[in-house]
């Protein structure tokens, strides 16, 4: 057999063989993706949903955003809010924490936005309403949309308690979409008492750790300027701002409010609030992160 037809032949039984290796490495991936689908197949375990959102974590700034819908039009605002907006602003590093529908009032509905800092707040924002997912939709919201300046800037009372990020309502374990109910109260403190104002209410908040009751957060005004003045933020402060998510109306009844009710009247009568505090009780939107999960999921007890 002539030289050259020898040396073609041991190079192709090279190439063959390499191909061979790949083909085998492929089968074996393959192998172990099939079984990582089989049990990702499966409805993911409560510890998992949670340890997908660790990296979610640490927004020390939050807007608290209560807008004014034109009449009739709050469900198509829903509808818009829920399909354009919270993915937009997860990608850009900020967080929408939850939306809802306000009870008592058709016209409100109220989100909070949360950023890592002050610093990436005009930055986020920027990006967002600079950008091409705003330009495209703006005319149509902003036509139903006569209020949006109803904001309070704030932070976590606790640089380490901030309001938990909870994952993304699944379309096909959660088709119903996002249950529970929100309450948020809000205090209008005396400036200068903040800080003892924020320990009794602290101790009074202390009564709402009960089943079906999960807190979600304490919130106080972020005293500084407004480094993205093009969205205008309350200066009437300060503010404290309680938030709970409530597993269904029986427990905000017969269980939440009467303890609402009391802390409300005692830190009144303190004298360190300029006004009587609100409370302000709400529904998740369909796609809204905060709602009610179980304690199991939650990785808490009441």
Known sequence: MP??????????????????????????VCLASGAAMSAHDKPASEATLMESVQHLRDYQVVEF????????KRANFVKYF?????????????????????RGNPKRFTWLRGFRDINARPIVNAAFYYG???????????????DSDNVMLLRPLHLDQGITVLPAVDPVTEDHGAHGVVVAQIFTVKKGSEEAFAKLAEAAFSAYRIEGVHPAGVLVTLD???NFPQLPIRADGPFL??????????VVDRQLAPRLTAAEQSLFATGLLRNAPE???????????LRWLSDATMGTSP
């Open 3 to 28: 030289r050259t037809v020898r040396a073609a032949i041991r190079h192709n039984g090279r190439i063959l063989m390499r191909h061979f290796k790949q083909l085998l490495f492929g089968v074996a």
């Open 65 to 72: 955003r209560r807008y004014v819908t034109a009449d009739g």
């Open 82 to 102: 829920d399909a354009y907006f919270p993915e937009a602003f997860e990608q850009l590093g900020a967080m929408v924490f939850g939306q809802f529908t306000e």
């Open 132 to 146: 091409p997912l705003w330009k495209e939709h703006r005319v149509k919201v902003n036509a139903i949309l006569p």
């Open 224 to 226: 500084v300027p407004n």
């Open 241 to 250: 701002v309680w938030l709970g998510v409530v597993r269904d109306d029986a």
């Open 279 to 289: 409370r302000v009780v709400m529904d998740p939107t369909p796609r809204s992160r």
